[in-house]
């Protein structure tokens, strides 16, 4: 039995279109008994609600927050004082920013994006009340206005975050140093029992490599950015050029 780990955004899906060469390869291979998980930054009712047919299991907010069914595998909030941090920051550089809960997403910062934010996760709550109830929160997304700002953020979180931004779109997901996709994926595979020999992972963004270092199989889309192509063993095509299907069949999976 294999595992199989997928990213979401430009992997296996475009905004929420999952395309059909991809379903079809990942209901084969489900059906052949190996196992699917979504490895994504998006918050685990996101990627539940919206790609559940398609997987086994998911791990969410890059890799702090991982589930099989209704069995947490793994539940790593961030440390409190680095939430509060991470926020006097955000604030300094009047960015927006959504931090996620297990169920729900928090806003704060720039007013002007908490409507971006509420497209992307639904109805927020003010960060204020995480903070103040000391909710425990596993990532973050940001909201600028151009790519510079964004520039400027992402130096000022430097050696505390990595950022990965969404494309052209002015929002990017944050993972907070200390426990990633990859260190996720590793004790995800641990906690199953599967051999190493038997895990893959398909990525295509920066916060995609620790996970495609993390498997024994690594599978970087064709649309992926040059960084993780670099680490991957096998890059497939573009993700609208059947290229998690053809990954599949060329590791002998679908």
């Known amino acids: 039995m294999a595992i199989i780990f997928f990213d979401i955004d430009g992997t296996l899906a475009v905004g929420t279109h999952v395309p059909l060469s991809a379903a079809d390869a990942i209901a084969r291979t489900r059906a052949a008994g190996n196992l699917v998980f979504i490895c994504t930054g998006r918050p685990r009712w996101y990627a539940q609600k919206t790609f559940g047919e398609y997987a086994d299991g998911f791990v969410c907010c890059n890799g702090r927050l991982a589930v099989q069914g209704e069995e947490c595998l793994i539940e790593r909030p961030v440390d409190s004082g680095v939430v509060r941090e991470i926020v006097t920051i955000l604030d300094a550089h009047d960015a927006g920013y959504a931090f996620l809960g297990e169920r729900q997403a928090f806003y704060g910062g720039n007013r002007e994006y908490r409507s971006v934010a509420e497209w992307a996760h639904g109805e927020t709550i003010d960060m ?30 430097e050696g505390i975050c990595l950022v990965n931004p969404h494309g052209p779109h002015p929002s990017a997901d944050v993972t907070v140093l200390g426990y ?75």
């Open 180 to 254: 990633g996709k990859g260190d996720a994926v590793r004790d995800t595979i641990a906690a199953l029992g599967i051999a190493w020999e038997d895990s893959y992972a398909f990525g295509d963004g920066v916060n995609d490599i620790s996970m495609l270092e993390a498997v024994c199989h690594g599978v970087a889309m064709g649309n992926a950015v040059p960084e993780t192509k670099a680490v991957a063993e096998y890059v497939t095509s573009d993700i609208n050029e059947d290229g998690v299907a053809r990954a599949l069949v060329h590791y002998g999976l679908a």
């Open 128 to 157: 204020a009340e995480a903070l103040e109830q000391d909710v425990p929160l596993f990532c973050f997304d940001i909201f600028f206005g151009t790519s510079a700002e964004r520039e400027v953020i992402t130096q000022a979180l």
